[in-house]
């Protein structure tokens, strides 16, 4: 099983930046896809960002050019750096990590973190 402790959310003004993070638990991590998904109030949960073991990622259309996925194998660590935020990014953020042994994401969920994005 993989635990996943999100943090780093907040409020922001428009134009401002949050760099959100993701430690996970257990010695598969460096093995495992991650990503990010986020879930606006009534609307459904939403792929942000996904980054491989190798470290390729994939942004949705709406993000890109704005945030960037990372991951720190040797902390079991991943990174979303957002900026240029837009009041469009406000949501809950959910972490992510591949399943176990399945090549499949989602898998595993983190609790989520709030990120508002108001003047």
């Known amino acids: 099983q993989v635990q996943l402790v999100e943090s780093g959310g907040g409020l922001v003004q428009p134009g401002g930046s949050l760099r959100l993070s993701c430690a996970a638990s257990?010695?598969?991590?460096?093995?495992?896809?991650m990503g990010w998904y986020r879930q606006a109030p009534g609307k459904q949960r939403d792929l942000v960002a996904l980054?491989?073991?190798?470290?390729?990622?994939n942004y949705a259309d709406s993000v890109k050019g704005r945030f960037t996925i990372s991951r720190d194998n040797a902390k079991n660590t991943v990174f979303l750096q957002m900026n240029s935020l837009k009041p469009e990014d406000t949501a809950v953020y959910y972490c992510?990590?591949?399943?176990?042994?399945?090549?499949?994401?989602?898998?595993?969920w983190g609790q989520g973190t709030q990120v508002t994005v108001s003047s």
């Open positions: 992510t990590s591949e399943q176990p042994g399945t090549g499949t994401i989602p898998g595993y």
């Open positions: 257990g010695s598969i991590f460096s093995i495992l896809a």
């Open positions: 980054i491989t073991s190798g470290g390729s990622t």
